[in-house]
């Protein structure tokens, strides 16, 4: 079992730059897949980032070439630099440990869920 807490979000204008946390306690995750996943105020939760144990990464269309997501297993940390910000980037940002195998943009496929927070981005 994984506690994750998320931190870094805040308010930011149009072309504004955050970097996102997520700090682990618990067991080390250095063996799994680690999300970034966003909710906006009426919308469903969807994938944003992800990165797997040899550092392989993969990112929803909406923010490639904008987001890069990293870890540091030492620290059983992941972050999301997020530059280039856009209002439709406002909402509230969890992180995960995927818990079971299939694809890294399934939220279902993910466990021990932090409790997000939130970036907004102004016009």
């Known amino acids: 079992q994984v506690q994750l807490v998320e931190s870094g979000g805040g308010l930011v204008q149009t072309g504004g730059s955050l970097r996102l946390s997520c700090a682990a306690s618990?067991?080390?995750?250095?063996?799994?897949?680690m999300g970034w996943f966003r909710q906006a105020p009426g919308k469903e939760r969807e994938f944003v980032a992800a990165?797997?144990?040899?550092?392989?990464?993969y990112y929803a269309d909406s923010v490639k070439g904008r987001f890069t997501i990293s870890r540091d297993n030492a620290k059983n940390s992941v972050y999301l630099q997020m530059n280039s910000l856009k209002p439709r980037d406002t909402a509230v940002y969890s992180c995960?440990?995927?818990?079971?195998?299939?694809?890294?943009?399934?939220?279902?496929?993910?466990?021990?869920w932090g409790q997000g927070t939130q970036v907004t981005v102004s016009s």
């Open positions: 618990g067991r080390t995750f250095s063996w799994y897949t």
């Open positions: 990165i797997g144990s040899t550092y392989s990464t």
């Open positions: 995960a440990v995927q818990s079971r195998t299939g694809a890294v943009t399934i939220p279902t496929l993910y466990d021990d």
